[in-house]
C-alpha cells in the first residue's frame, strides 16, 4: 500500500513537472539507497536524460504560448512517465500487481497534466509575463516538496495529492466556465458591433442616393 500511495503522489507530481519527479526520485536513492525507491531511476544515464529535459522545460514553462505548446507535447510524455513511475514503484514491491501501479500513476498524472493544461491556456490571457514565471516557479516548489515529503511519508502525502487533485479540477472547471462566459459576451459585442457598423453604412449609402 505505501508503494500505492508513493505512486498516487509521484503520479500527479508528474503531470505538472514528470522530469523532476525523477530527478528527486533518482538523487534520494542514490543518496539514501531507498527501499522503496526503484534502482532503476537512480541510473545516472536516467538522471542525466531527465535533468536535460528538466532544464529545457524549466525555460519553456515559463515563457507564455510556448509553455501552452510544450503542454501539448506532453500530454502524452506526463501521463507515460507517470506510468512508469508506477510499475516500476509498484514492481518493486511483492504486495501489489505492477498494472494497478501503473494505472493509478498515469492516470493521476494524466489529470493533474490537464488541469496545468487548462490552467495555462487562462494566464496566458493575461498580456503580461510574471503570471506564467510566478505559476511555473511555484509548481517546481510544489512537486519538489510533496515527492520529497511523500518517500518519507506516503500515506499523508497521498492525502494531500488527492486535495490538491479535487482543488486543481475545481479551479480547472471554474476556469473553462470563466472562458466560455468571456467568449460569448465577446461574440454577442462582436455581433451588436457589426450591426451598428452595418446600419451606419446602410444610412450613410441612403444619404449618398439622396442627395
Known sequence: MESLALA????WASGVNA???VLVLGVADRIGGL????DELGRWEVLSVAALMYAFEFVADKVPYLDSAWDVVSTVLRPVVGGAIGVLLAGDSQSMNALVGGA?????????HSVKAGTRLAVNSVPEPFSNITLSTAEDVVVLALVWFAIEHPYVAAGITAVLLVAGLVVLWL?????RRGWRRFRTWRARRRGLDRVG???????????
Open 104 to 112: 493509478v500513476g498515469g492516470g493521476t498524472a494524466l489529470g493533474s
Open 201 to 211: 453604412v446602410d444610412s450613410a449609402a441612403h444619404q449618398n442616393r439622396t442627395t
Open 35 to 38: 527501499d522503496q525507491v526503484p
Open 8 to 11: 498516487f503522489s509521484s503520479g
Open 175 to 179: 476556469a473553462m466556465r470563466a472562458i
Open 19 to 21: 522530469y523532476l519527479v
